[in-house]
DNA sequence: ACAGCCGTAGCAAGCGCTTTCTATGGAGGG
DNA sequence: CCCTCCATAGAAAGCGCTTGCTACGGCTGT
């Protein structure tokens, strides 16, 4: 029925193994044999059995990138950009060799399917696995998460954190390639303060993720270091975003998904508990979109009446009307780059993690505040 | 070093045959047994070697997603809707059974990678492949392809194309699910029309495509119906937008990617060639939303200046502004669907093949002409 | 009480490939 | 001219799992 290596070899007229010798391309085989096999490969249409291949080898060609949500093209990119440096004979090298396959697995943000889908990956003896965006800071999460990529790891799979911070004690197993979320949202409020705004909303991811925690830090540094209040916020914000008491949240801080609803909803909330706001932050541009829609809906202009900003520079923002003032991210590169050390094409960054930073852009979205 | 079945049965004290029954849920294996497995699997957190269990079987856990441009919301909304109905637990049924590795493959939309993505899965021995986004539509390509798939096929493995023409000659391998392309392009420039919109620019995909080729073709029959003209249409335009001779395409026609650059550059060649006319049709959202930042740029006002009108309706394309009117299409839930299929947990249409509905979104980007 | 069954469990034969070790033949050196 | 060595090809032993078939009690039915 399915055409095996032996058939190969057979019509070849020489034996299995000098079959999968020419198809790996390690060991010497002689011009003319090896062009007789290709001949015969080529006949017969053969095609490699793959699992036979990876139980035999111990290794498989399978490379795993997780993200939290492909419909959003934060994602999108990344993974796409990683999968340029791995899948098919895209990467412009030739035929043999890097024939692997990179697949993206979405795992909706939800720490179970994280961890199932690195259990399948693991099953499948994967070469590598690309985590990237924002994790989950629930502590018995992070532990079931070391565990997982450390099993991983001694197997053999090449871990490599993408525009995400990496475990506590994952330093050794893996290569991190973070965003400098922190400054990005620093220089963001930094701007929008020089600008004269001293009532800036922030409208923040999800509580439990880490980047949510680090744009919020750098935006709450700058209103600190600007003499600015946070409000209501606990000296000692210490390490987590939870919130002391009943109350302790600041009123200017609205927490929600990252996606445009949230943007619009919290925006709303926002401008309700404080009218006097002149400048609004969203945690990204898709919930900056949000917060547009919505400051529009309240009859207030952009940025006459409002400032709003966002974070990470999609495509679509330069599109919005005005444009808006974000902090670009260069997600391309940093996910080709993921990708090449996944592969071993790249050396992982001296001391396993590098920062990437995060560069201010500053479009018409953002004016200063009225009279 | 790592742990096997053998491992795990030596410790439950049964045979191997024993545990990958209890493992597979097939075939009876007494309640106490099955719960001494278990435990043995816990305590040694033994993980199933997936090449070998794909060799033994025959078949594999993985379902491949093919894309075009996984940066691009279309396909990540669809590729993501897909995966709910196929990755892991998300799916919320209980923990066996449907334990599936979907990923998603990113093709860059060239036939080449398409192609090799395909070999690779059939490598893995996939267990279906969804065929997501218009087909490039050179004849020796889907010759290639058809081949490709019938192999694939007639190893077990289940085809599905959603968003995607079915290849002339694989109605028999394969279930698809397509969008009404034509009809939804045809129902947006009647609106125009009714508007009293004359003379309409198109901003048309990459020529080879098959979603490229249905909407341009859907405009043009709106046009035709009503009576305008297309200008230096050769009659039979045939089954391809290939022009007969130097200046068959309409001057009114530019072509080009599905990007935002795209709609900017085309949307001034169109400003240029014919500053009469008084609404912009673009291929898809993306590249309205370039057109506009062109309409922009070159001080008109939208809608009263220029009418645009885009494609797919995007999560961004309401809160352009103006919103933009456009053709709604329900992406997440035809790749839910196709998600399905692939598992087998829902029938294939009758007769192998679905039109998914276009619905027309009007909104503020469009207004009758001035004057 | 015995034949026949049903419900469970084990045996063992592969699945198709990789890879170590061994075999072979001719070239080069003593 | 014989022996050694390199280059190349083959034999065969698995890799870890699935599954058809067999084995074995204890029941039921007559």
Redesign the interface.
């Known amino acids: 029925m ?1 055409v095996t290596l032996a058939d190969v070899a057979a019509r070849a007229r020489v034996s299995p193994a000098t079959v999968s010798r020419v198809l790996n391309g390690n060991y010497p085989v002689a011009a003319s044999t090896r062009e007789r096999v290709l001949r015969a490969v080529d006949d017969l ?1 053969y ?9 035999a080898a111990a290794t ?3 490379v ?1 990138i997780l993200v939290n ?5 934060f ?3 990344m ?2 950009a990683t ?2 440096q791995i ?4 990467d412009g090298s030739g035929r043999a060799g890097g ?1 692997k ?6 795992t ?1 943000g ?1 720490p ?2 994280e961890l ?2 690195l ?7 994967a070469a590598a696995v690309v985590l990237t965006g924002g994790a989950v800071e629930d502590p018995a999460h992070q532990a079931a998460m070391s565990a997982k990529l450390a ?1 991983l790891a001694d ?1 053999g799979t090449r871990i490599v954190f993408c525009g995400r911070p990496p475990l506590p004690d994952s330093d050794a197993l893996a290569a991190a390639l973070t965003f400098d979320n922190r400054g990005g949202g620093r220089r963001l409020t930094e701007h929008l303060i020089s600008l004269g705004h001293r009532r800036i909303g922030y409208v923040a991811g999800p509580r439990e993720r880490t980047t949510t925690r680090h744009r919020l830090e750098g935006h709450r540094e700058a209103m600190r270091r600007a003499g600015l209040d946070v409000e209501a916020e606990g000296g000692g914000e210490g390490d987590g975003v939870r919130a002391g008491g009943d109350g302790a949240e600041p009123q200017l801080t609205v927490h929600g998904p990252y996606d ?1 609803r949230s943007g619009y909803e919290a925006t709303l909330e926002l401008l309700r508990r404080a009218p006097d706001v002149t400048a609004i932050v969203a945690a990204n541009d ?1 919930v900056a ?2 917060a ?2 919505a400051v ?1 809906d309240r009859g207030m202009r952009i940025p006459q009446d409002l400032s709003v900003a966002g974070f990470d520079d999609l ?2 923002s ?4 005005p444009a808006l003032t974000t902090v670009r991210l260069p997600l391309f590169e940093a996910g080709a780059r993921a990708g090449r050390i996944a592969m071993g094409k790249e050396n992982p960054p001296p001391g396993g993690i590098a920062t990437i930073a995060a560069e201010l852009m500053i479009r018409g979205s953002t004016a200063p505040p009225r009279g």
């Open positions: 399915t249409d095609v490699l059995n793959g699992p036979a291949s990876s139980l498989s060609d399978l795993g949500d492909i419909a959003d093209p994602f999108g990119i993974a796409g999968q340029t899948g098919g004979p895209g024939e396959l990179a697949v993206i697995c979405n909706g939800s179970e399917r199932t889908y259990t399948l990956l693991q099953r499948q003896r099993r197997a445009r898709t979109l949000g547009c829609a529009r495509p679509f330069v599109d919005a009307v």
